[in-house]
């Protein structure tokens, strides 16, 4: 993999030197993507108006103005950019795909409660491989129509879930979880933990856009020496770990009570801080929390609309990215939020910490579209392959129209991305260079057929609880 890499960044780097020649003869490429405004999320760098991304194969090839790289340029594939934005996908780094199917499914209740009563059980009941097929498949064709193209999954059956992704196109960390009372498909620990290990080890290194991952569910449903021994094999096979950490009161005070300590400082003590960690929720912290997600490099994923929704509180995410913290945003799953809607969250982060702190510029909108973008890149551990548009990245990118009579008049773009425009506004998502929706419609899933997947579902799960089961 290592070597194919290289083979194709050198490649890469040999069409780029042809185009730097600045000879009549226009250098060949796969993709341009054109926008009136292109914001590529590096640091100082301006809206590029009247801009166009080049890419060849999966990658980017040249940021610039339109002028600049249609005389450079010959494309297979030219997508218009009039009354479009062009920006990095949104990088949701914390969701649970197959939720989608237990969307709406009970609500308007605390974590605890919800968990116990309602999920675990009912996971229990339906989830199998084919229940994560079909969910998987909702959920991704609702974060390609939202412009979502990296996500973090943590589900049940991650082989399942890591086909999916493959088959629709879109990028993945693919983290299986383990935990120490029986769960679909598992006894308990050592069944589950079993079966981590054979599903990172069979993914490490095998597909360009899935990363497997280890995801030990969290501090009160995983002990501390389980815990350890996640990090030491995260360690040994190189793979990232996802967890819940932090996530609400209720957690807090478990952790504290068993171990007389925070969450934070629980999990740090069992080496997980040492791996490639990122901590989802992350509410329950205190100032030396905070130092210390920042000293070890933890990404920490904020979830706004699943945390409001939950009760479970607002997460210092200020603080954190004053600490040196990198913060990304997710969704969480679609039971508890209840969409996968990047821009819902977006908009939140903005919004929530400016009424928590009674300060209007805590989170201002660049800020909450770094978090999905650039930041949220390094949040989990992938900075150097997405969350930018820049020559040799990823060419994970979408358009959004900003036409409609709702929308104007525009004076700021990245205002207007974070406190106007939605995920219905999304025209184009590509990733890797393939494009897996244009003018809004998903070219990678069968969407009919979805359709009667989920209600099949749907009508199962509705008879259940109307009997009380």
């Known amino acids: 993999m290592v070597i194919r890499a290289l083979l194709l960044l050198c490649g890469l780097w040999t069409v780029v030197a042809q185009a730097q020649t600045g000879g009549a003869e226009r250098v060949p490429v796969s993709l341009i993507v054109r926008g009136d405004f292109v914001l590529t999320m590096e640091t100082g760098q301006p809206v590029l108006a009247d801009g166009a991304v080049a890419i060849v194969g999966d990658r980017i090839l040249r940021v610039g103005s339109w002028a600049d790289i249609s005389s450079r ?4 594939q030219v997508i218009p950019g009039e009354g ?28 605890m409660t919800w968990l116990n009563q309602y999920v675990f ?5 339906f989830v199998t491989a084919e229940f994560v097929r079909i969910g998987t498949e909702l959920a991704c064709w609702e974060m390609i129509q939202g412009g979502t193209t990296t996500f973090v999954d943590m589900y049940f059956y991650p082989d399942t879930i890591a086909q999916v992704v493959d088959r629709c196109g879109l990028r993945a960390i693919v983290a299986a979880p383990h935990i120490d009372f029986p769960s ?29 991952a280890f995801a030990p569910h969290a501090p009160y449903t995983v002990v501390p020496e389980h815990l350890e021994a996640t990090a030491k094999m995260a360690a040994k096979l190189g793979a990232p770990v996802s967890m819940h950490i932090a ?18 400082k629980h999990v740090a003590s069992t080496g997980l801080f040492e791996q490639w960690l990122i901590g989802a929720h992350m509410i329950q912290l205190d100032n030396e929390d905070i130092k210390l997600v920042g000293s070890r490099g933890v990404g920490a994923v904020h979830n706004p609309t699943s945390n409001m929704k939950l009760g479970a509180g607002v997460a210092p995410v200020a603080d954190m990215i004053a600490a040196g913290v990198n913060v990304g945003l997710g969704t969480d799953g679609a039971a508890s939020n209840n969409d996968l809607d ?3 969250e977006i908009r939140l982060a903005a919004l929530v910490h400016k009424l928590k702190a009674a300060d209007p510029t805590a989170i201002p909108a660049p800020t909450a579209l770094d978090m999905a973008t650039r930041m949220g890149a390094e949040a989990i551990g992938m900075g150097d392959q997405v969350g930018q548009l820049v020559a040799g990245k990823q060419a994970d990118l979408i358009q959004v129209d900003f036409t409609r009579l709702r929308h104007g008049p525009l004076y700021d773009v990245m205002s207007h991305l974070v406190y106007v425009l939605d995920s219905q506004d999304v025209q184009t998502t590509v990733v890797a260079g393939q494009v ?32 009380g089961e």
């Open 436 to 467: 897996l929706m244009l003018d809004r419609e998903v070219l990678t899933i069968n969407g009919e057929q979805l359709r009667k997947d989920v209600t099949r579902v749907r009508d199962e799960i509705s008879t259940a609880l109307d009997r």
């Open 342 to 344: 990047m821009w819902e």
């Open 73 to 76: 340029f010959a494309a297979e």
């Open 184 to 212: 679909p498909g598992f006894r308990g620990w050592d069944d589950s933990f079993a079966a981590a290990i054979e599903f990172v080890t069979a993914w490490r290194g095998k597909h360009p856009r899935i990363t497997p």
């Open 247 to 264: 996530e609400a009161p209720s957690e807090t005070e478990f952790v504290f009570e068993k171990y007389e300590t925070s969450p934070v």
């Open 121 to 125: 059980p009912m996971e229990g009941r």
């Open 84 to 111: 479009r934005i062009v920006l990095p996908g949104l990088i949701n780094g914390h969701t649970h795909t197959s939720m989608t199917l237990f969307r709406g499914m009970v609500d308007d209740l605390d974590l």
